[in-house]
Structure formats: C-alpha cells, structure tokens
C-alpha cells in the first residue's frame, strides 16, 4: 500500500474536478448533511463504570491481530470528550451526528441486567446533541458484541435473534423518546464475511457453516430490529445500511460477467434481498444454497421489513476477474498502475458511487441515504494544520456523483462523511487516517483539517 500510494501521490486531483460549483443548495433545503461514528471506535473507556468487554476488547488482547499492534481501549475518548467533540461538529456546521450503541455497555453480559452507567452516558451525550441542535441518529449494531454472548456462539447462535430483540427492547424504551432516526445494522455482510468467513474481524473465524449461520440470523435480527423500532417509537425514520461496491467486470467476456455476478451477490445483494421478500440471491452464488439449513418454517416472513430508508456505504468500486478464491471464484483486480490509490490500497473512483446508487434504485425504495462515505490519505500535521486537499478533492469529486444521480431520480437524501474525528479502523488500527478532524493519538489533541474548513464554508 505504502509503496502504490507514494509512487501515486501526485493525483493532480484539482485539475480531474469539474470546474462547475458545487453548492448545497443543489442538493435541495431538506437533504441531510452529518458525520458518521462507531462505539468502538471513538469511545474508549472499555472497561469504565460498569461495561462489559466486547469481542474487539477479546481480540485486540492479541497486538499480533491488529497491523499496527494498537487497540480501541482508549480509542479517540469520546466517553470523556464528546461534549467538545459535538461542539466541533456544530461549528464545523454539521446538523446530523451519526452513533452506534455499545451493546457491552448497556449490557455487559449482552442479557439481562442493564448497567444504569452505560444508560447516563447516552442520555448525555443526547442532552448535548440536543442543546446544540444537532439530530442524533442511532445504530444499534456496529461491530461490538459482547463476549458473553460470542462465548455462548454469537451470530451463530440462533438465540441472538432473540438477545438482540432484548438490546433493541432497552435502547428504543430509553431513548426513542429523544431519538427519530435509527439503523439496524452496520454493514452485515462486512461484519459476517470478515468475522466468521475469512477470519479477519472478530471474533476471527474461518468456517463456511458458521458464516452461513450468521448471515441468517444477522438477517432475521435485521428485519426483528426494525419491528421493535415501529412498535416503541412513534413516527420513527428507520433504516439499516449495506456495505456496497459497484462491480464491473475486467473483460467483456461470459466468464467475467459470471465471475462479477458472484461478486455482486457478496457485495452487495446478500442482505437486502431478504428483507425484501426476495430471498437469498443463491442462483449466482451456488454455495448460499446451503443456507437452508438453517431456515426454519417461518423465516420467510421474519425476513421481511419495510424500511423506511436504506443506508448505502461506499468507498471504491471494484473491477472483477476470474480467481481461485474458494466458494466465490473471483477476484477483485488490483488498481492498473498509476492509478489514483488512497492509503488503504483503494482505488478512487467517483462514478462508482454514482452507479452503485443507481443499482440500488432498481430496488424501488423510498429513500436511500449515502450512511457513509470518506478516504484515507497519510496526513500530516505540519504548524498546527493538515493541509489534505486531496480529500477535499475527492468529497468534490464524490458529491458531484451524487448529486447527478439525485437530479436523475435516484431518492438520495442525505449524506454522512466517514468519519468526524481519525480514530481506531479495525484491524488496520490508528495508522488510516479517514477524519476531517485530526487526532494526536497520545495527547488526544484534535485538530480541524482543511477539509473539515471545507465542509464549515460548504454547509454555511
């Protein structure tokens, strides 16, 4: 990655940039503009005032599993921090502030008794959104469960069904009061592929069986959190997001459009279809097929929800050929040399968001939110700023993208910059930087980067 991205570093982004405005106003007075976090990512405090540990807590004990040796114990401190973090934000002119709950948190044992603790934290922290004015909107499930519950086989277990329905019960009967936008589930497909398929994600498993276990009860939990959401929060904005790529095949031929398919199925169509009442996509991918197993008489019902919104998350498109990968049979194609890269190795390519929205539109939905989008470059702090106009090139680019497919029908009505503040990226650790906001990871300084006073003038 290092070695792609130096030998790319002059992008000559500014020149590639339609010379043509971007404004908000064209985005329409009622599109949503905000920033997008995750518990573990930014709130630290892992074993403070009554919190349970969580399977990222389980499998950062172990430096080896994460590339720059870090965990998220401290994270960028947002449990102690987030009333100057909020306050950032609203100066930063963002009205919209995107969170997930801590399930370990709320419940340490992920059943039974509450910690009050966990509770007060949030009430908090919604307190300040709400005296700023800013919306908080709310996922329940962002990659941190508890280890309890992973000791007990966790999304293989079908019994999460049923745990999950008890965390969404708290979290909706506490604060759905205060709280009019929620999510489901961030990125399904994500947190079942690299956690129990190829073992890269908590809680690092390797089995065929146990991902297809997982993908449906995920599924089952992503159609059960949404009814307790309508039943406890009157007038509730529903929705969950997917992680999603446009897949285009490397030739034009029968076997890579197979192979792309294949792809798109993993990407992209696993997750939503269900809930749809489509069923899982297996004609493309034949190995889904053994998912039957653990469909029960019933299931086809409880897969089905009708949400309100669909949060699609975007960071690259992918070019598809032929492979040796297992099940799948296809690869995803490296960037072509020379290629605009960014740190995580991804190539930047902004008709992707554009197609994939319009992929997605085929589904008919009622409105469909970008949940995240955003890019890693090596920032430096150099005399207390981060000039990164490279980022500010590319949410440019990104937007330009979005706002065509909006102007040609596509229901996009917000969009959420991943993310706010640098903080702690999975197995990649600290070192890609994706924030608008710079943060010292030993001091816990923040600072607003060029983009972030680009988004201040954009949205004022």
């Not at 969170?99 to 307190?127: A, C, E, H, K």
Request: proline share 4%; aromatic share 14%.
């Amino acid at each position: 990655m290092t070695s792609s991205l130096s030998r790319n570093r002059d992008f000559n982004l500014v020149e590639r940039v339609d010379k043509s405005t971007l404004v908000k106003e064209d985005f329409g007075s009622d599109f949503r503009w905000g920033v997008a976090t995750a518990s573990y990512q930014i709130e630290g405090a892992w074993d403070k005032d009554g919190k349970g540990k969580s399977i990222w807590d389980r499998l950062t004990e172990n430096p080896n599993h994460v590339k720059d040796r870090t965990n998220g114990r401290k994270a960028t401190n947002f449990y102690e921090k987030f009333p100057e973090d909020l306050e950032l934000l609203k100066e930063l002119n963002f009205q919209n502030f995107r969170f997930s709950f801590s399930w370990p948190r709320i419940l340490p044992d992920g059943t039974g008794q509450v910690n009050q603790s966990g509770i007060d934290f949030y009430n908090r922290m919604l307190d300040k959104c709400l005296e700023l004015g800013i919306e908080p909107w709310a996922v329940l499930y962002h990659w941190d469960l508890p280890q309890a519950l992973q000791d007990r086989g966790g999304w293989t277990n079908r019994e999460i069904v049923d745990w999950f329905a008890e965390f969404a019960e708290v979290c909706t009967k506490n604060f759905g009061g205060r709280i009019k936008h929620w999510m489901v589930l961030n990125e399904p497909a994500t947190f079942t592929t690299l956690g129990y398929l190829s073992g890269n994600h908590a809680p690092r498993k390797h089995n065929v069986s146990k991902f297809l276990a997982a993908v449906h009860h995920a599924c089952l939990c992503q159609a059960e959190g949404g009814r307790i959401i309508r039943k406890n929060v009157p007038n509730a904005h529903i929705g969950t997001t997917f992680s999603c790529a446009f897949v285009e095949p490397k030739r034009n031929t029968p076997r890579h459009h197979r192979a792309a398919a294949r792809l798109d199925v993993m990407l992209n169509r696993l997750f939503i279809e269900p809930s749809l009442g489509m069923g899982y996509p297996t004609r493309e991918l034949s190995f889904l097929r053994k998912i039957d197993q653990f469909i029960l008489s019933g299931d086809d019902e409880k897969l089905k929800f009708e949400f309100d919104f669909i949060g699609i998350q975007n960071y690259f498109k992918v070019v598809s050929r032929p492979g040796l990968v297992p099940l799948i049979w296809a690869n995803r194609a490296k960037p072509k040399l020379g290629a605009e890269v960014t740190d995580m190795g991804w190539d930047v390519s902004p008709k992707g968001i554009y197609s994939i929205l319009k992929q997605f539109s085929n589904y008919n939905l009622k409105e469909i939110l970008v949940a995240e989008n955003g890019v890693a470059f090596p920032d430096q702090l150099v005399n207390g700023q981060v000039d990164d106009e490279h980022r500010i090139q590319f949410f440019k680019r990104y937007l330009k993208q979005v706002l065509r497919a909006k102007n040609e029908g596509v229901p996009v009505s917000g969009y959420f910059v991943w993310t706010f503040v640098d903080n702690f990226e999975w197995d990649e650790g600290f070192r890609p930087r994706f924030g608008i906001v710079y943060n010292d990871v030993k001091t816990q300084h923040r600072t607003v980067k060029n983009s972030g006073r680009w988004f201040q003038e954009f949205l004022r």
